[in-house]
């Protein structure tokens, strides 16, 4: 009966999610690159595969079949974007519950759904409050998770032959391979890794895994895109080692560690906590404890430092001096191997950290020789890992303390998190209903003259160049109907 009221309770919970993000999705502002797939460009390129030689189409041209159709799907018709939006993140914040969930299932399942909420704000402006970015980063993301939870969850003796497994899985490498790059290469690497931890108990689901991953692989990276010369500062990169390393000062150690401060802080504390805990030599014991406070201050230090700095559209510091950016590239480097350590003395019977750790190194490698990193998106799956890393220290470290008062400490900020980003989403979207109506906008002469009344909560902070009339213009003619 208990189980019963349980599942009933689950089922409930995550549709109730859904029907959150699809209402979420239904207030959306689109952006930027959203208007370029809903224009003629989208469909011309979706008439011809996606390529072209035409330097106007940039690095649009790519093997990025589902996320460019779905795309333009999203953007001509509102319900199905919000079934889109509404599943993919139902889905990813299922398998990372599912990942998490241990002899507790209430905790890991509010820590999953804190996980969109808590996001550093570089990822909430391009991911969540972005169709574009959502589209490319988070399917790939939850099929590949999903596939890690049929793996830590589904691996007995009587799935071992199981065609509906083998055909899930099979549907999940194919279609989560076509997306974005980095996630075709990591999906294929995920995939062998696993074959090789089960050899001799591998189930007929990894190696369909394995087939899918490979075939989406040959697909995506069939795209004759690829092999021509695109002039797209998007697309050029350096094997200069001088040049990899400024790249890295510069943008990426930020989007992995300083800006992701909650994660970073987070895993600092259960170090912290847990080496107390254990039973670990002494000279071990000191050294987890000295180096996680250091780093702990210091993460602290540095939010209060960049707390100075005004940000971007897309959610850069502005003006960061490079006597800061270098060294904190070297500390967060730091961090990042002593995290890998961390996991070897506290977590050494848990393969998934391993697995986690080693994605998360693997989704990051290829991104480091591309010349201007556009924004943090490809370093949305690094952070996803990232993560789930965190909430495995923090749901262990707090593992003393009852069930209940952590649920309800977690709640609090989870409904007032949730409730704020759609509140705000609504009271934007009712303002961009009356400023659109502007004349000269809808004429194409002359941009909005106002923004919503929350920016911050619009991709790239509702910059006006970023919104196209003749969207605009189709939407007011169809809601007149």
């Known amino acids: 009966m208990r189980t019963n009221k349980s599942k009933i309770l689950t089922s409930f919970t995550f549709m109730c999610i859904f029907i959150y993000f699809a209402i979420y999705r239904y207030y959306m502002i689109p ?4 208007y370029f797939w809903y224009g003629e460009k989208g469909t011309y390129l979706l008439q011809h595969g996606f390529f072209s030689t035409n330097a ?17 799907i999203m953007m001509h018709r509102r319900p199905i974007a919000m ?15 599912q990942l998490l969930k241990n002899h507790r299932t209430v905790l890991p399942l509010i820590v999953a759904m804190l996980f969109p909420m808590t996001m550093a704000a570089p990822f909430l402006n391009n991911i969540l409050f972005w169709n574009n970015g959502f589209i490319v980063y988070v399917p790939p993301m939850a099929l590949l998770l999903a596939y890690l939870a049929i793996c830590r969850n589904w691996n007995d003796d009587k799935y071992k032959y199981s065609r509906t497994l083998a055909l899930i899985t099979f549907i ?16 294929v690497i995920l995939a062998v890794i696993v074959v090789v931890y089960f050899r001799g108990k591998t189930r007929i689901f990894h190696w369909t ?11 995506m990276f069939s795209n004759r895109s690829y092999y021509i010369q695109n002039k797209s500062g998007y697309r050029r990169t350096t094997t200069d080692p001088v040049q990899i390393w400024g790249i890295f000062t510069k943008y990426i150690h930020l989007w992995l560690t300083t800006y992701n401060w909650l994660v970073t802080i987070t895993i600092c504390a259960s170090i912290v906590i847990l080496s107390i805990r254990h039973k670990l030599p002494t000279i071990l014991k000191i050294f987890e404890i000295a180096l996680s406070s250091i780093f702990l201050i210091y993460f602290i230090g540095a939010q209060i430092y960049l707390s100075h700095f005004e940000t971007d559209p897309t959610e850069m510091y502005i003006g960061l001096p490079e006597k800061f950016s270098t060294p904190d590239a070297i500390v967060g480097l730091a961090f990042l191997l002593f995290l890998g350590v961390s996991i070897f003395i506290l977590f050494q019977n848990e393969p998934l950290m391993y697995v986690y750790y080693i994605l998360a190194a693997m989704s990051v490698i290829p991104l480091l020789p591309i010349e201007s990193p556009v924004s943090c998106r490809p370093e949305f799956l690094t952070y996803v890992f990232l993560f789930m890393i965190a909430a495995n220290f923090f749901i262990e470290a707090v593992s ?13 900020p989870l409904v007032i998190l949730a409730s704020n980003f759609q509140v705000k989403s609504y009271q934007n979207s009712i303002a961009n209903d009356q400023r659109i109506k502007y004349v000269d906008f809808l004429n194409g002469t002359k941009q909005l003259k106002t923004q919503v009344p929350y920016p911050d909560y619009v991709a790239f902070k509702d910059s006006l160049i970023q919104q196209d009339p003749t969207y605009w213009e189709n939407y007011l003619n169809h809601t007149k109907k």
Do not use: C, H, M
């Open 83 to 97: 079934f889109f939006y509404a599943f993919f993140w139902t889905l990813l914040i299922w398998a990372i519950w």
């Open 172 to 187: 999940l490498g194919l279609s989560g391979g076509l997306f974005v790059e980095n996630s075709t290469i990591l999906q």
């Open 31 to 34: 952006v930027g690159d959203d």
């Open 56 to 72: 106007i189409y940039g690095g649009s041209v790519n093997g990025r079949y589902l996320a460019n159709f779905i795309e333009i």
């Open 400 to 412: 003393a303390i009852p069930q209940k008062v952590l649920i309800g400490l977690l709640v609090i």
């Open 209 to 219: 895994y394995l087939a899918g991953t490979i075939f989406s692989f040959l697909i």
